[in-house]
């Protein structure tokens, strides 16, 4: 009995022994995978905190990149914006220096055989042979006859009839009609007046006087108002039309030297 006890006792400490390494067996085992499962969720969170920092990283440069390219594009806009602007400018500085040579070109003046013109009626008239014959006061009729139909020469057919008048209104001062049986006398006087008021002032704007005047104090005085009034030297807007009066001042006295001489 003592023996049979005895075994049981063994066998069941044995079974007991048993049960107890499977118990440890399997806490190991468990303790072990949890162990295994816990790296895993700290690889996994590890992971995911490398992508998330990853992906932030990739958001800060998508970020800067579009910051640089809307820099960029902006820097862009100025240097157009600029260039745009220096053209406007040039082309305005341009147009203002063509207007001002084309207005320079247009005041300017030629002398074409005795007669000052400009360039556009010089160009017309290059276009005309007839007038290559032509100087002086028959030059300036077939000026103001084209004036009547041609408005590029209109100011010739004005200062034609200009001198038309100033003629008519000579002549009517020097030859005033008188009817002798009537009670009408002549009105010399006047006219001799008149005359003289006329010629006076040619000799006026010379600084002659019929004593002192000669072919040399003529050209003298001549050549020192051509350089102070000559439109290629004068400036000034009515330079044009003195000279053109001196001109025809100085063929009156030309004119009344030769009378003198004849």
Known sequence: MDLKLEIMNAVELLVMAVFGCIILCSV?????????QKQARQEEQKRQERERQERERQERER???LKRQEREREEHERQERLKEEAMSR????KAREEERIKNTYAKAKIFFQGIWVTHQQLQFLANHT?????????????????????????DF?????TRQKEKDKAQRSS??????????????ANTGQAQSVNVNSFYQMFGLTPVTL?????KQVYRELVKKYHPDKNKEPDAAEKFQRIQRCYEYLQKELHRKAG
């Open 130 to 154: 007839e007038v290559s014959c032509m100087r002086g006061e028959k030059l300036r009729d077939f000026l103001s006859n084209l004036g009547k139909t041609n408005s590029l020469f209109a």
């Open 175 to 188: 030859y005033s009609q008188t009817k002798q049986n009537q009670g009408y006398r002549t009105t010399s």
């Open 90 to 93: 040039m082309r305005e500085q």
């Open 63 to 65: 970020q800067e990149e």
């Open 157 to 161: 057919t004005q200062e034609a009839e």
């Open 214 to 218: 000669t072919q040399e104090s003529l």
């Open 28 to 36: 190991f085992l468990y303790e072990r995978k949890r162990k295994k």
